[in-house]
């Protein structure tokens, strides 16, 4: 985790140390501040339990421990290093401490009356994931517009020793922005329980929390009936793995709510409309990256397939794309065109500049962030917003009319047009970036 942002007054109210490059150190109390007041003790130190009388005190570790019949160094391994237990005894603890109302030390601080004046945005990637992805600098510049306006500080909340559930046990916020998570991700239940603000982008909008994402379907929909125009009817679908199935080259798309189901569904309903019925060999998924659309390519074009358009869910994937297009002696857009989705400042400046879906990434930061300091100052709003904001199609240079003669299976380009692809001299490679003439 990588905190941003805070003061040192911030920091020394939040009762944790600050680690470059790491997750903050937590205070070595198992218990928050006040969780030692004896019973009926009444002040700013006492808490109720949840659904408890005026007179119960908040449930602690060792009210835990008595109920599950474990230690209490038990209660702390099935919050912060469940590895450490048998699965089935880290899940009765965790179920016990569902029905006492208790929380780990951070948690139950980032419940209390006391704001932290800290927001966390929750991905399920590595940080060095997101910051090298251009999507996540664009999402994450939105976010931080607003956070300082508001005087507040942002936390990246990341899987910790590979466990994003620990990493979000650590954190002391007073809500969350969650990218990315579905429904059934563990991760958004964890958070659920906590009983903390969140506003989910680009995840399935769960009824009690905020969301904002884009009109997928239209977007998608509308790059496929471009390509229809043009003549084409032989497609590709490049599309992007679910977080939690790296390195996966399948037709599933995991949730049915997730963003990569919804573009699915977008380019299959805008096909069928052309009388095309995308079938699922035609589908192929791999990691939102410039590699992973190299490698989606390569993958199509070794099963033998020869499309002369490729939807990509991802501008970074079409251009990795674009790239292997050429390094099997493919003219983009003479004899593959290529549709991207986002729009990222880079989508203009590829060679040829990328058609693509714009959708508003900087907005749906900023947006986030709004609603979820409506929801901190507003607890007890009844309808929780859900944004929807629009595409549009960005028709540049990758994309042009579809080949008059299919492509050679062998040669791999329509050679009886052009006499031979260009793309360099035979034998020679440009170095890997942006795609090359």
């Known amino acids: 985790m990588v905190r941003t942002g805070l003061t040192p007054t911030a920091a020394a109210a939040d009762g944790r140390a600050t680690v470059d490059g790491g997750a903050a150190a937590p205070v070595s109390r198992d218990e928050a501040p006040g969780d030692a007041a004896p019973r009926g ?21 060792a009210d835990v421990a008595r109920e599950a019949g474990v230690s209490k160094t038990a209660v702390s391994f099935a919050f912060n290093s469940p590895q450490r237990l048998k699965p089935t005894t880290a899940a009765r603890i965790r179920e016990v401490a569902d029905a006492l109302g208790y929380r780990p030390h951070s948690v139950a601080r980032a419940l209390a009356p006391r704001s932290t004046m800290t927001i966390g945005l929750l991905t399920p990637q590595v940080l060095s994931v997101v910051f090298g992805n251009p999507f996540y600098a664009e999402l994450c510049a939105g976010v931080a517009s607003q956070t300082d306006q508001a005087g507040y500080g942002l936390l ?26 579905s429904e059934d991700h563990p991760e ?3 958070i659920r329980h906590a009983g903390l603000p969140m506003v ?35 497609f590709v679908v490049i599309g992007v793995e679910p977080p939690n199935m790296p390195g996966l080259f399948e037709y599933s798309f995991g949730p049915t709510e997730s963003v990569a189901s919804r573009r699915l569904n977008g ?32 993958r199509i074009w070794e099963d033998g397939l020869r499309p002369t358009a490729v939807l990509a869910m991802s501008d970074v994937m079409a251009v990795g794309v674009m790239w292997a297009a050429r390094e099997v002696g493919l003219r983009v857009p003479d004899d593959l065109s290529i549709v991207g989705f986002d729009d990222l400042d880079l989508a203009p400046h590829s060679n040829p500049p990328l058609t693509t879906v714009h959708q508003p990434i900087r907005q749906k ?34 994309t042009a009319r579809a080949p008059a003669i299919p492509l050679d299976p062998v040669a791999g380009h329509s050679a009886t047009r052009h006499g031979r692809a260009r793309g360099g001299p035979s034998g020679t490679r440009h170095e890997r970036g942006a795609p090359q003439p």
Do not use: C, W
């Open 41 to 61: 003790a009444s002040g700013n130190g006492s808490r109720r339990a949840p659904g408890s009388g005026a007179g119960r005190r908040r449930a602690r570790s």
């Open 156 to 181: 990246f909340v990341s899987p910790l020793h590979g466990s994003l559930v620990r990493a979000i046990g650590r954190a002391t916020v007073d809500g969350f922005v969650a990218v990315g998570l």
């Open 188 to 190: 958004v239940e964890q």
């Open 200 to 234: 989910l982008v680009d995840g399935a909008a769960l009824p009690e929390h905020a969301s904002v994402e884009s009109n997928d379907e239209v977007g998608a929909r509308s790059a496929a009936r471009h390509l229809l125009t043009l003549g084409h009817r032989d």
């Open 267 to 298: 380019y299959r309903q805008g096909l069928e409309l052309g009388g095309i019925k995308l079938r699922d060999e035609r589908v192929v998924v791999g990691p939102a990256s410039f590699d992973g659309g190299v490698a989606a390519f390569h």
């Open 365 to 398: 930061g900023e947006e986030s962030v709004r609603l979820l300091l409506r929801m901190i100052a507003n607890p007890d709003a009844q309808r929780p917003e859900h944004r929807i904001l629009e595409t549009r199609l960005m028709i540049r240079g990758s």
